[in-house]
């Protein structure tokens, strides 16, 4: 029996993700039965979470439209500068932008947290964890592991194609449109919890004795209790990211 076959077109950097003779141009694709448009999505290697739009024969669909053969598919990712009213999104929209990350991403979470974005990571979570966490506190799960995200259970996400920490949170920045988001030094990079001013008095005993007499302002997590203070790492903090495009 003859396998139905529809034409598939897959745009920007959801290239990445084909195979070479599959990136840049339309090609035709077999299948069975009448499966949903995301399967076959994920079936060419492209996860579900990258994807933001999807034209079958010039309309968009949602992730479960049936197939039926002779379709041709237009898959999107992304968009970072324009609107689209009137279609409806793959994925209900989150009201805050807040991450979660996986175990390879300690230096992209440091950066995160300094900006004041939420971000939950730890060095030991599992795959299940990390799902859950995204799943039950509306956190979108950023990595470098495809499987991960095509897990079904998953609805927001993000691919790292940067490898470089500063890369990937420039990265982040434009993919989810966070610019004028960034509340620096309001988050401790330790633990992710809120910071707030601290006394002098506070400090006494707990940092250097030099810093206690050229500091007047100090910044306590309330969580950790960490200690943060205007110095040369905050200097050195700026320039690193001002080279990205990231200024505060």
């Given at each position: 029996?003859?396998?139905?076959?529809?034409?598939f077109?897959?745009?920007?950097e959801?290239d990445?993700?084909?195979?070479?003779a599959?990136r840049?141009r339309s090609?035709e694709?077999?299948?069975?039965?009448t499966?949903?448009?995301?399967?076959?999505?994920?079936?060419?290697?492209?996860p579900?979470?990258?994807?933001?739009?999807?034209?079958?024969?010039?309309?968009?669909?949602?992730?479960?439209?049936?197939?039926?053969?002779?379709?041709?598919?237009?898959?999107?990712p992304?968009?970072q500068s324009?609107?689209l009213p009137?279609?409806?999104?793959l994925?209900?929209?989150?009201?805050?932008p807040?991450?979660v990350?996986?175990?390879h991403?300690?230096?992209?979470?440091?950066y995160?947290?300094?900006l004041?974005?939420d971000?939950?990571?730890?060095?030991?979570?599992?795959d299940?964890?990390?799902?859950?966490?995204?799943?039950?506190?509306?956190?979108i799960l950023?990595?470098r592991?495809?499987?991960?995200?095509?897990?079904?259970?998953?609805?927001h996400?993000?691919?790292?194609?940067?490898?470089?920490?500063r890369r990937?949170?420039?990265?982040?920045?434009?993919?989810?449109?966070?610019?004028?988001?960034?509340?620096?030094?309001?988050?401790?990079?330790?633990?992710?919890?809120?910071i707030?001013?601290?006394?002098?008095?506070?400090?006494?005993?707990?940092v250097?004795?030099g810093?206690?007499?050229?500091?007047?302002?100090?910044?306590?997590?309330h969580?950790?209790?960490q200690?943060?203070?205007?110095?040369?790492?905050?200097?050195?903090l700026?320039a690193?990211?001002a080279?990205?495009?990231v200024?505060?």
């Amino acid at each position: 029996m003859d396998r139905r076959r529809c034409e598939f077109r897959f745009y920007g950097e959801l290239d990445d993700f084909l195979a070479p003779a599959q990136r840049k141009r339309s090609f035709e694709h077999a299948f069975d039965g009448t499966p949903s448009v995301k399967d076959r999505i994920e079936s060419l290697g492209v996860p579900h979470t990258e994807v933001d739009l999807i034209l079958v024969d010039g309309s968009p669909v949602g992730f479960d439209h049936r197939l039926a053969g002779g379709e041709r598919v237009a898959v999107y990712p992304a968009f970072q500068s324009l609107e689209l009213p009137g279609i409806a999104p793959l994925r209900p929209p989150l009201q805050q932008p807040r991450f979660v990350l996986d175990v390879h991403l300690g230096h992209l979470a440091r950066y995160l947290r300094l900006l004041g974005f939420d971000t939950r990571y730890r060095n030991d979570s599992d795959d299940d964890e990390l799902l859950a966490l995204s799943r039950t506190e509306d956190r979108i799960l950023l990595t470098r592991d495809v499987g991960l995200l095509r897990r079904a259970a998953l609805v927001h996400g993000g691919f790292l194609h940067e490898t470089d920490s500063r890369r990937q949170l420039r990265e982040v920045l434009d993919r989810f449109r966070l610019q004028g988001r960034i509340a620096p030094l309001t988050r401790c990079a330790r633990c992710n919890g809120l910071i707030g001013p601290a006394t002098p008095a506070l400090a006494r005993g707990r940092v250097p004795g030099g810093v206690l007499r050229e500091q007047k302002r100090f910044s306590r997590c309330h969580d950790c209790g960490q200690l943060y203070w205007p110095g040369g790492h905050l200097a050195r903090l700026r320039a690193r990211l001002a080279e990205i495009g990231v200024w505060f």
